[in-house]
């Protein structure tokens, strides 16, 4: 089946502009995650969604960041104002649940996309 | 605040030399160890998952082990088509059970 999609794959932008990413999930996974990875840097949780309950954003750098989800399908990722250090590649990642009993370890598997590389000038 | 090390930071390898990359982790309560190997302009790609210390996960020519302070990911006999990053994450018990933390990654290069 189809895996978690990403869009664009790539993309340059001049400091100060707004961005947006968007993840396309796996068809059916109620969870979806965020993260950055910059060079170097191993990779940042930003923010997760289950469902219908509240989002997680503890992880976001910056009230310049935001990301929606509409009930368990896409979701977009915004950076306002973006600026130089903000460069990095996007990674979604979507799992079935979020937490499931050891003997569902298939469960607690992230599934990543491709990522979005990110530079900003 | 959880931690994770990986060592070494790059490692190269002729075809068919055996060795270990290692996984540190320093955290309030383990829930459980991830390995995952990223190609160059991918995404992370799922290996394993190990849960409690002595458990080990086999496949291919790769076995993931786990004790209470580290993991190893022993690759037998690699191949070039090994080449990779190899990333460890950890999940930790307690309300924030679904993040992963992620060290930096082990750069992994099998030479023909």
């Known amino acids: 089946g189809a895996g978690v999609s990403q869009s664009p794959s790539n993309k340059v932008t001049e400091k100060g502009k707004d961005v947006e990413l968007r993840c396309d999930p796996i068809?059916?996974?109620?969870?979806l995650y965020w993260y950055r990875q910059r060079l170097g840097q191993g990779l940042e949780f930003l923010i997760y969604f289950q469902g219908n309950s509240a989002p997680d954003k503890s992880g976001l750098p910056s009230d310049r960041f935001s990301a929606e989800r509409t009930g368990e399908s896409v979701s977009t990722l915004t950076i306002q104002r973006t600026q130089q250090e903000d460069s990095a590649v996007y990674l979604c990642a979507s799992s079935p649940r979020a937490v499931l009993p050891r003997l569902s370890s298939s469960y607690n598997e992230q599934f990543f996309g491709p990522g979005t590389r990110l530079t900003v000038l | 605040e959880d931690q994770v090390t990986q060592s070494p930071e790059a490692l190269r390898l002729q075809e068919g030399e055996s060795s270990s990359l290692n996984c540190s982790y320093t955290?309030?309560?383990?829930?459980?160890l991830f390995w995952y190997r990223q190609d160059p302009g991918k995404g992370p790609e799922f290996l394993f998952t190990?849960?409690?210390a002595g458990e080990e996960k086999e496949k291919e020519r790769l076995k993931a082990t786990l004790t209470k302070k580290e993991s190893f990911l022993h690759i037998t006999a690699p191949k070039p088509e090994d080449s990779a990053t190899y990333l460890c994450?950890?999940?930790?018990?307690?309300?924030?059970?679904?993040?992963?933390?992620f060290g930096k990654g082990t750069l992994l290069t099998v030479n023909p």
């Open positions: 955290v309030s309560g383990l829930r459980g």
């Open positions: 190990l849960y409690s």
């Open positions: 068809s059916g996974h109620t969870a």
């Open positions: 994450a950890v999940q930790i018990s307690g309300g924030s059970n679904y993040k992963l933390t």
